[in-house]
């Protein structure tokens, strides 16, 4: 049976260029890998795995689709699943945290060297990993935000080279904030109304967060350009 991917993994693969040498990194059930390699779009992949269960799950799924040859499976933490000979030039790291795959990422930044596209998907804390890339030497070529069971997520496609973002393309998204799509919209006015929730609840003496929720309010309110 062909592997079927998520809304929001199938966003993911569609930004992994074709013919990519894969690593997908905290791969779980390997459908990001096993998807691309069933579908012609890449011929090699490692998915990489920290933890027993989802190794487990992983090694399973890819005997399943006779798909071992392509589709190599490695017990490692972050960049470790990746050997030189292995000729990775694409890295996929979706479904966590923004801290953790900026942690994975500068656990070995030599590894980094050869490779010409990320694809991210933190699922929080996107401000910290736009500013970890723009530190390290990545730019964002694109971005994309979608919903899925009531939940928003943000991709991030990374290629080496230089950017500067202003505090607001930090905390929005450079293509992002640009494109202001209906999704977009919908995410921030949902923030919006949560942090103006949170606002009014607050006790008057607890200055610093009163102003650290406005402050977000104020950005919100200019993104959207609303008053
Ligand atoms: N990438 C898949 C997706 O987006 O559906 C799975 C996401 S799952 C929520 C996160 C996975 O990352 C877990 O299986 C976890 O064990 C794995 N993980 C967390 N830290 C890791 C690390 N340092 N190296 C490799 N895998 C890691």
């Not at 090694?59 to 990775?88: F, M, S, Y």
């Not at 490779?115 to 990993?129: F, G, T």
């Amino acid at each position: 049976m062909e592997t079927k991917l998520s809304k929001r993994l199938a966003a993911v693969a569609a930004y992994v260029p074709e013919k990519a040498r894969l690593a997908d990194l905290g791969s779980d059930h390997a459908y990001l890998p096993l998807f691309l390699v069933e579908n012609d779009l890449i011929d090699f992949a490692v998915a990489g795995e920290v933890v027993q269960g989802p190794y487990q799950s992983a090694l399973t799924n890819v005997a399943q689709a006779g798909e071992e040859e392509q589709v190599q499976v490695r017990l490692a933490n972050g960049l470790a699943a990746i050997e030189k000979d292995d000729q990775i030039d694409t890295i996929t790291i979706a479904g966590m945290g923004g801290r953790l795959i900026a942690d994975i990422l500068v656990a070995d930044l030599d590894k980094l060297s050869s490779i010409k596209r990320l694809v991210l998907q933190p699922n929080n804390r996107e401000d910290e990993l736009r500013d970890w890339l723009s530190d390290h030497g990545f730019r964002i070529v694109a971005e994309e935000m979608l919903t899925e069971n009531k939940k928003f997520y943000e991709i991030l496609v990374v290629e080496p080279g230089q950017m500067k973002l202003s505090k607001l393309e930090r905390r929005f998204g450079p293509y992002l904030m640009q494109e202001k799509s209906s999704v977009f919209i919908e995410k921030w006015q949902t923030e919006l109304k949560k942090i103006s929730h949170s606002l009014a609840r607050i006790p008057a003496d607890h200055q610093d967060d009163i102003l650290a929720l406005q402050e977000k309010i104020t950005a919100i309110k200019e993104v959207l350009h609303v008053s």
